[in-house]
């Protein structure tokens, strides 16, 4: 649940440094008969202040916000509602006072009901019997993004102020590359998936050697003489096949000089994260090359992996992408790709206005 600070817009005949003198003067008047007007006068005002000040107290005491039922993860241009709920206004709407909430949202989120002039703003009007907001919202850039600015105004009546109430922690989310990008498909079904060449002789053996384990009941033909006399027991091979759905996509964002960001760079990440995805989604291995520097100043790696865990570190980590960061040259990123890529995975290259399968 989250707290918030409160400043209060009044009048200044209703400052707090001006009770004491309200005080004062309401019991020098108010036992005069000719200026006992005056008295009954600064006493409403002083009563008006500790109604005030008191109401202000039960809004830092009460009032708090937390929000339900919101992903932190999305994907680009999706839609869904958040659900805030505010705690501790209705108490309030017996004193006849009136509120309203003010969000605003950085560039990656926008409201769709408000204004298009206006779309990273939300204002509406609160019904202080119900707890609970719905806001709708929808994502339009990939990266992270955030709720910056959450304002409630709670007025009170007969114009003698307004109360801001602003919280100090927001949604965070992080939205990820969309997967409906269309340039895609064509190349799925030229993959050939689980019908692809290696480099493996199908005459001998479609099958990798990965190691060795001890002998148990393996046919002669399967113990590894060589594992066998170096450890003085009888070893097994085990194997791989050679023949797997693995595939390494290199995505290369650099522009078609080599250098520098392209400027079709966010089409690219969108290329590479459906493919991925559709080939995770057909049981494949997939690693990813990426010609960004890390960290640590070097080449963007994730490894070989597969399943749905895989895809969303994947594509959380497409989601960082930015164009602050440093990028390697073409030719420099493909030679390192070709040398470093698992031994029988497939490559395919995504940027540079091209998509090709190699091998």
């Known amino acids: ?125 609160l019904v202080l019997t119900e707890e609970l907001v719905t806001v709708p919202i929808q994502t339009v850039k990939r990266g992270p993004t955030a709720l910056d600015e959450i304002i409630l105004t709670i007025r009170l009546p007969w114009r003698m102020g307004v109360y801001l109430l602003s919280f100090d922690s927001y949604p965070q989310f992080t939205v990820l590359p969309s997967l409906t990008a269309q340039a895609t498909p064509f190349l799925l079904n030229r993959l050939r ?58 995505l290369n964002l650099s522009g ?23 080939l995770i989604k057909e049981g494949c291995k997939v690693e990813l090359f990426l010609n960004r520097l890390n960290e640590a100043n070097h080449m963007t790696h994730l490894a070989l992996g597969e399943g749905q865990p895989h895809l969303k570190h994947v594509l959380v980590h497409l989601s960082t992408l930015s164009d602050r960061d440093s990028y390697i040259a073409t030719k420099q990123f493909e030679r390192y790709v070709v040398r470093r890529k698992h031994l029988n995975s497939q490559l395919i290259l995504v940027g540079n206005d091209r998509i090709q399968a190699i091998g």
């Open 256 to 278: 078609p000089s080599g250098y520098g960001l392209h400027n079709q760079s966010e089409r690219f990440i969108e290329q590479a994260s459906f493919l991925i995805s559709e």
């Open 1 to 125: 649940m989250t707290r918030m600070k409160i400043e209060r817009s009044v009048p200044f005949w209703l400052e707090q440094k001006l009770f004491p003198v309200y005080c004062t003067l309401t019991f020098l008047f108010l036992f005069l008969p000719v200026v006992s007007g005056l008295g009954f006068l600064f006493a409403a005002i002083a009563t008006i202040h500790v109604v005030v000040n008191r109401t202000e107290r039960q809004l830092r005491r009460e009032v708090a916000l937390e929000w339900k039922h919101y992903e932190r993860l999305m994907f680009n241009q999706e839609q869904t509602n958040l659900q805030l709920q505010l705690f501790g206004l209705a108490l309030f709407s017996s004193l006849g006072l009136k509120a309203s909430l003010r969000l605003h949202a950085a560039d990656g989120v926008i409201f769709t009901t408000s204004d298009a002039l206006h779309p990273h703003t939300y204002d509406t009007e």
């Open 193 to 250: 998936i689980g019908d692809r060449p290696d480099r493996y002789s199908p005459l001998k053996n479609k099958l990798v050697q990965l190691g060795s384990k001890a002998y148990t009941t393996e046919p002669s033909k399967d113990i590894d003489w060589y594992a066998t006399a170096k450890t003085g027991r009888l070893q097994a091979k085990v194997y791989e096949t050679s023949n797997q759905d693995t595939f390494t996509i290199a």
